[in-house]
T-cell receptor
Framework: DADVTQTPRNRITKTGKRIMLECSQT?????MYWYRQDPGLGLRLIYY???????NKGEISDGYSVSRQAQAKFSLSLESAIPNQTALYFC?????????????????FGEGSRLTVL | QKEVEQNSGPLSVPEGAIASLNCTYS??????FFWYRQYSGKSPELIMS????GDKEDGRFTAQLNKASQYVSLLIRDSQPSDSATYLC????????????FGTGTRLQVTL
């Protein structure tokens, strides 16, 4: 089984619907992230959480919300989906991993959730 | 200007050649630099990290960092068809904890 599991893997929905993407991990990491990937735009950070009580907006949080239900679970919601939210969504985890230069850790990605909003 | 810039490619190299992938970044206080590999339809995976100016070698991979020029590169020696993938450059800026900013990636094709 994957260490970082995303559900659903594929979802097609209609404009205006509420969608939840779920992520669970067995790596024991405190830090969890949601990214979206679009052709030509790369990976962009939506939200991140360093522990259950610490949730932060990333660079493109508008239209999204998150919930950190437990150390191992981090969900992304689209309250009212729109077509430009069609993308590949990745959940990731990391340790704090820090050396003198800065972050020295590694992001571990889930397999991705492909969302299509019609 | 994008924070992290990469040529989208595709970069095509013959099997056995050296592939050179380049990345520039705009924020001078960037501290940590990473190369992730992403096969088509798969998730990214870390292959190299570098923190200090100079070269860092790991097997067939060499990462090079020049902070004065705000430039980081990845060399792949003896390129194999299995190296065909998209390579993502990622940067951690000072004061941003473990947040990474990714480039758009360079697609590498290794031809037989």
């Amino acid at each position: 089984d994957a260490d970082v599991t995303q559900t659903p893997r594929n979802r097609i929905t209609k404009t205006g619907k509420r969608i939840m993407l779920e992520c669970s991990q067995t790596k024991g990491h405190d830090r969890m992230y949601w990214y979206r990937q679009d052709p030509g735009l790369g990976l962009r950070l939506i939200y991140y959480s360093f522990d259950v009580k610490d949730i932060n907006k990333g660079e493109i949080s508008d239209g999204y919300s998150v919930s950190r239900q437990a150390q191992a679970k981090f969900s992304l919601s689209l309250e009212s989906a729109i077509p430009n939210q069609t993308a590949l969504y990745f959940c990731a985890t990391s340790t704090p991993g820090r050396n003198r230069q800065g972050f020295s850790g590694e992001l571990f990605f889930g397999e991705g959730s492909r969302l299509t909003v019609l | 200007q994008k924070e992290v810039e990469q040529n989208s490619g595709p970069l095509s190299v013959p099997e056995g050649a050296i592939a050179s992938l380049n990345c520039t970044y705009s924020d001078r206080v960037s501290q940590s630099f990473f190369w992730y590999r992403q096969y088509s339809g798969k998730s990214p995976e870390l292959i190299m990290s570098i923190y200090s100016n100079g070269d860092k070698e790991d097997g067939r991979f060499t990462a090079q960092l020049n902070k004065a020029s705000q430039y980081v590169s990845l060399l792949i020696r003896d390129s194999q068809p299995s190296d065909s993938a998209t390579y993502l450059c990622a940067v951690n800026r000072a004061g941003t904890a473990s947040k990474l900013t990714f480039g758009t990636g360079t697609r590498l094709q290794v031809t037989l």
